[in-house]
């Protein structure tokens, strides 16, 4: 499992949005994009992802917070990574 976690992800036109719109809506509203945005970059996320860990992706976990602006992203693999030494640059 890899745990991505992002702060203080919402732009400015987001925190808008969530603050000019009814709670519930703009909440709603900013997950419904936020959730299309995940999937459609989801191909290219799993394979860094796999590239990183060289374990295949079964499934990837999504969560945004419009109170404390965090974003996070949870992959699923196949198989526990094993240990490597970092690469030199």
């Known amino acids: 499992m890899v745990v991505v976690r992002l702060q203080g992800v ?10 000019s719109l009814p709670a519930d809506k703009g909440r709603d509203l900013l997950k419904q994009v936020r959730t299309h945005l995940i999937e459609t970059a989801r191909p290219l996320m799993e394979a ?14 999504h969560d945004i917070s419009t109170k404390t602006a965090e974003e996070i992203l949870v992959f699923t693999l196949a198989a526990i990574p094993l240990c490597r030494e970092p690469k030199k640059r």
Do not use: Y
Request: glycine share 4%; no cysteine.
């Open 48 to 61: 860094m992802i796999e590239t990183v860990t060289e374990v295949k992706v079964v499934s990837l976990h």
């Open 10 to 19: 919402l732009t400015g036109a987001e925190q808008h949005l969530v603050a």
